[in-house]
């Protein structure tokens, strides 16, 4: 599944994705889920976040890298909700850059699974049947 995402947001099939082809992925995610077009700054820190190497540049293995890192910490999340302590909360709140980064990388994780979905439920009924896969 990740590799079929993956292929379609290389529109060059040249084996990774640019600034230009993030920026279509993300705008027609968006359209897809009724937000507006990401800014240059929204598209630039999702290439950073995925560019493991820092050369411009989304390879395969880098984007299942974010993809597995982002479902393992919603799993984890998920389970210890309510296992914060308020040591940690105080250190939450004083660290706004990381909120901030953890709220773009759900935002993205969001995009990515309804897209994901839309990407599969090609009669648009809100299922996926086994026609469909």
């Known amino acids: 599944m990740c590799r079929s995402i993956f292929d379609e947001m290389d529109n060059d099939k040249n084996g990774y994705v640019d600034m230009k082809e993030m920026e279509k ?16 700054k ?7 976040m995925f560019d493991e190497n820092s050369d411009g540049k989304i390879v395969f293995e880098e984007f ?3 993809t597995r890192k982002t479902y393992e910490r919603n799993i984890k999340s998920a389970g210890s909700k309510n ?3 308020e040591k940690e909360k105080k250190s939450q709140n004083s ?5 901030e ?24 009924d809100n299922f996926i049947d086994f026609k469909e896969l």
Request: aromatic share 6%.
């Open 83 to 85: 296992d914060v302590s």
């Open 42 to 48: 929204e598209v630039i820190e999702t290439i950073k």
């Open 95 to 99: 660290i706004p850059e990381i909120a």
């Open 25 to 40: 992925a993300l705008a027609k995610m968006s359209k897809m889920n009724g937000l507006p077009p990401p800014s240059k």
């Open 101 to 124: 980064a953890l709220m773009m990388e759900e935002k993205i994780y969001m995009m990515y699974c309804t897209s994901t979905f839309k990407l599969f439920d090609k009669s648009n």
């Open 64 to 66: 299942l890298n974010v």
